[in-house]
């Protein structure tokens, strides 16, 4: 089964309509997609969420769509929480839960902005101190399941979106190690799907898609049950990069992932 829960469009941060992106997930012959536009997020300087106004349009038009398309494409109504949201209601078919900021100090620090921003805020209010920031930030990935009441956790590593090659902390540092492991075994006991990730590989941030190769071994180990998304913010990127992705499952020891039916989330094969 061909499927991306990760979608993103013009209702929040996106560039596509919905109905665009509908048209080319049917041209590359998906079998089902999930829209997961960004709820509303208190965060002042927030850009990515929709306005409170905006949720009930986002809702009625997916529901539309659903229906326009039935037949053709399986559609699901989800969204993606931040760990800091406003209350959006209830009825989405599957929820993503993600942490996008950090607070410090009274304020709420972007984990995945800017480049320059990420590492300036590191320094600003942790002195440099990238494994403190990496405690925080697991700090509330632990807590994402029972705070949003996600099925899906999204991106677990975000916070290494411009560390690539481990150019600016070491993920293997026992600090770094010690609070991620920390934040799957919170998360462990919480009946969550963990996502393999590769939307900062289509942004160009990546080689590689979320997770790291260990802490997906880790997943793996822990029997934590996986699903496959692009984080699309295009029409363009609905599958990128999935194959690379089935990959590096198989490469950390898993043959199935998980997808989203009418009856459910379900374990499938991987396949590319």
């Given at each position: 089964?061909?499927?991306?829960?990760?979608?993103?469009?013009?209702?929040?941060?996106?560039?596509?309509?919905?109905?665009?992106?509908?048209?080319?997930?049917?041209?590359?012959?998906?079998?089902?997609?999930?829209?997961?536009?960004?709820?509303?997020?208190?965060?002042?300087?927030?850009?990515?969420?929709?306005?409170?106004?905006?949720?009930?349009?986002?809702?009625?038009?997916?529901?539309?769509?659903?229906?326009?398309?039935?037949?053709?494409?399986?559609?699901?109504?989800?969204?993606?929480?931040?760990?800091?949201?406003?209350?959006?209601?209830?009825?989405?078919?599957?929820?993503?839960?993600?942490?996008?900021?950090?607070?410090?100090?009274?304020r709420a620090l972007p984990v995945d902005y800017l480049p320059e921003?990420?590492?300036?805020?590191?320094?600003?209010?942790?002195?440099?101190?990238?494994?403190?920031?990496?405690?925080?930030?697991?700090?509330?990935?632990?807590?994402?399941?029972?705070?949003?009441?996600?099925?899906?956790?999204?991106?677990?590593?975000?916070?290494?979106?411009?560390?690539?090659?481990?150019?600016?902390?070491?993920?293997?540092?026992?600090?770094?190690?010690?609070?991620?492991?920390?934040?799957?075994?919170?998360?462990?006991?919480?009946?969550?799907?963990?996502?393999?990730?590769?939307?900062?590989?289509?942004?160009?941030?990546?080689?590689?898609?979320?997770?790291?190769?260990?802490?997906?071994r880790a997943m793996r180990d822990m029997g934590l049950p996986i699903?496959?998304?692009?984080?699309?913010?295009?029409?363009?990127?609905?599958?990128?990069?999935?194959?690379?992705?089935?990959?590096?499952?198989?490469?950390?020891?898993?043959?199935?992932?998980?997808?989203?039916?009418?009856?459910?989330?379900?374990?499938?094969?991987?396949?590319?």
């Amino acid at each position: 089964m061909i499927q991306n829960l990760h979608t993103h469009t013009s209702f929040c941060d996106g560039r596509n309509s919905p109905e665009e992106i509908i048209h080319e997930a049917i041209r590359l012959g998906m079998d089902s997609l999930g829209f997961s536009s960004h709820a509303p997020c208190p965060v002042p300087e927030d850009s990515a969420g929709m306005k409170p106004d905006d949720v009930p349009a986002y809702r009625a038009e997916i529901l539309r769509l659903r229906e326009k398309y039935a037949g053709r494409l399986n559609i699901f109504l989800g969204l993606e929480r931040d760990f800091f949201f406003f209350p959006d209601g209830d009825g989405w078919d599957y929820v993503i839960g993600s942490v996008h900021y950090v607070e410090k100090e009274g304020r709420a620090l972007p984990v995945d902005y800017l480049p320059e921003e990420f590492s300036r805020t590191v320094f600003q209010y942790y002195g440099g101190d990238y494994y403190a920031f990496a405690e925080d930030y697991y700090r509330l990935v632990g807590g994402i399941a029972e705070r949003t009441g996600c099925q899906i956790v999204g991106h677990f590593d975000l916070i290494t979106k411009f560390n690539e090659g481990d150019k600016l902390f070491d993920t293997s540092h026992p600090r770094y190690v010690n609070a991620a492991l920390g934040a799957l075994e919170r998360l462990a006991g919480r009946d969550v799907i963990f996502e393999i990730n590769t939307g900062a590989m289509s942004r160009g941030y990546r080689s590689e898609p979320y997770p790291a190769p260990a802490l997906l071994r880790a997943m793996r180990d822990m029997g934590l049950p996986i699903c496959i998304t692009s984080d699309s913010h295009s029409a363009g990127t609905l599958l990128h990069a999935f194959p690379q992705a089935v990959e590096l499952a198989r490469s950390c020891g898993y043959r199935e992932q998980m997808v989203l039916t009418r009856q459910g989330f379900q374990p499938v094969e991987l396949t590319n």
